[in-house]
């Protein structure tokens, strides 16, 4: 379970990034995070993640209070961030090994996971290539394989779907569905409405630093009878 309480972040000291924010993220569930450009969804994920500290405010994760015991909370999640280009000078599977080692995978889980995940998100073909030579598709695939390697209680994920190719996209689409079978939580920002509407059990749409809405999709579409998707949107965040 994660749990934001209260939550406020100041880059100025003067206007809230993020304002009062409470989110609860329950185990099984895939869940959007859903706002316009600087609504405040990175600043919360960082946070979320402990790359931010907030000004006010406890986040935990599986009851860990990532402030007081920040090694033992992350070891409980898988960060994508929205920019893939880190440790570009590796190659991938040296990179995937350094990530396994960091969190202590024994030799027979890593080789099994990053054989299935590189497949399954077909990147096994590069693992020898250095990473700067990736696409910008190809760095996300490894990003995302490599906060798989542990095989995180939650996985965190800023965009994951830019610069996937279709086939990529799907594989990881439905790998999502697979982690919240296994009761397992993904949490990750999109902008694309329609992919939250397929593939989450709830959405938090957040602009200027507040929740706007938190719950279904569906049950918020039946607030807004006559109104498209977007329409819905534009008029939640206006």
């Given at each position: 379970m994660i749990e934001l309480k209260n939550i406020n972040k100041s880059y100025d000291g003067k206007k809230n990034a993020v304002d009062e924010l409470n989110i609860t993220i329950e185990p099984g569930q895939i869940v959007g995070f859903i706002g316009p450009n600087g609504a405040g969804k990175?600043?919360?994920?960082?946070?979320?993640?402990?790359?931010?500290?907030?000004?006010?405010?406890?986040?935990?994760?599986?009851?860990?209070?990532?402030?007081?015991?920040?090694?033992?909370?992350k070891q409980q999640f898988g960060f994508v961030s929205d920019d893939p280009n880190a440790f570009l000078k590796l190659k991938g599977l040296e990179y995937l090994n350094f990530i396994a080692d960091i969190y202590g995978v024994n030799s027979e889980d890593r080789l099994e996971r990053i054989q299935r995940y590189t497949k399954l998100l077909d990147i096994d073909h590069a693992l020898n290539n250095k990473i700067n030579s990736y696409s910008h598709g190809m760095r996300q695939k490894i990003m995302v394989i490599a906060q798989l390697i542990h095989n995180p209680n939650l996985l965190i994920l800023d965009e994951p779907l830019t610069g996937l190719d279709p086939q990529s996209s799907f594989a990881l689409k439905e790998l999502m569905k697979d982690r919240a079978k296994d009761n397992k939580s993904v949490f990750f920002s999109t902008h694309v409405l329609e992919v939250a509407e397929k593939l989450c059990d709830q959405i938090i749409i957040i602009n200027h630093g507040k929740v706007l809405y938190t719950g279904t999709l569906s049950n918020l579409k039946s607030q807004y009878n006559d109104l498209s998707l977007e329409e819905i949107f534009l008029e939640v965040t206006k």
């Open positions: 990175t600043t919360t994920l960082r946070m979320l993640t402990g790359l931010l500290t907030p000004d006010s405010g406890s986040v935990t994760i599986n009851g860990i209070d990532i402030a007081t015991n920040p090694i033992k909370a």
